[in-house]
T-cell receptor, first 113, second 110 residues
Framework: DTAVSQTPKYLVTQMGNDKSIKCEQN?????MYWYKQDSKKFLKIMFS???????INETVPNRFSPKSPDKAHLNLHINSLELGDSAVYFC????????????FGPGTRLTVL | GENVEQHPSTLSVQEGDSAVIKCTYS??????FPWYKQELGKRPQLIID?????GEKKDQRIAVTLNKTAKHFSLHITETQPEDSAVYFC?????????FGPGTRLSVLP
């Protein structure tokens, strides 16, 4: 009965590869997010979707493309992986798009070799 | 856009002492201020939050104060315990955005 789940938990891949991270929430929330947490632990929002529509798209490379097939899922696809993409990626969800508690997934540690 | 600063970046206290972490924000339109705790290797989890219509909120050993005029808010942890050791993030929410502070690594020494 995990509220926000992500797969995989760990992802090790070579530079230049394409990979996807999946996120699902069973809280009935309308809004989902992707965050990147770098080695210095700084949490930076990448994308936000509300009812399957993109509402926040921070300055991230075009190689990152979110996809929301329904409001319970928000996947992150990354093309042509680079060394600098190595980080922990967290998915989160909240009831509304603003001013609401965000519930985080367990994170996906991506290592690009 | 919103900018959130957080101080100190690291904090060590003796078990039983109090810890205070302060955050400032730049956008006066921000109206929701949560605090998250992230233990090593774990996900950030909400520990307390406050909205702009309230000046203070308390939950057992944890309290948050908000000064809207000065645009700063603080986390207070009393009677600290070793399990309080973690990274703490403040955040400010305005519109549809959520901006986190850079985090404070709290170490509670036994």
């Amino acid at each position: 009965d995990t509220a926000v789940s992500q797969t995989p938990k760990y992802l090790v891949t070579q530079m230049g590869n394409d990979k996807s991270i999946k996120c699902e929430q069973n809280l009935g929330h309308d809004t989902m997010y992707w965050y990147k947490q770098d080695s210095k632990k700084f949490l930076k929002i990448m994308f936000s979707y509300n009812n399957k529509e993109l509402i926040i798209n921070e300055t991230v490379p075009n190689r990152f493309s979110p996809k929301s097939p329904d409001k319970a899922h928000l996947n992150l696809h990354i093309n042509s992986l680079e060394l600098g993409d190595s980080a922990v990626y967290f998915c989160a969800s909240s009831y509304r798009a603003a001013g609401d508690t965000q519930y985080f997934g367990p994170g996906t540690r991506l290592t690009v070799l | 856009g919103e900018n959130v600063e957080q101080h100190p970046s690291t904090l060590s206290v003796q078990e039983g002492d109090s810890a205070v972490i302060k955050c400032t924000y730049s956008d006066s339109a921000s109206n929701y201020f949560p605090w998250y705790k992230q233990e090593l290797g774990k996900r950030p989890q909400l520990i307390i939050d406050i909205r702009s219509n309230v000046g203070e909120k308390k939950d057992q050993r944890i309290a948050v104060t908000l000064n809207k005029t000065a645009k700063h808010f603080s986390l207070h942890i009393t009677e600290t315990q070793p399990e309080d050791s973690a990274v703490y993030f403040c955040a400010a929410s305005y519109g549809q955005n959520f901006v986190f502070g850079p985090g404070t690594r709290l170490s509670v020494l036994p």
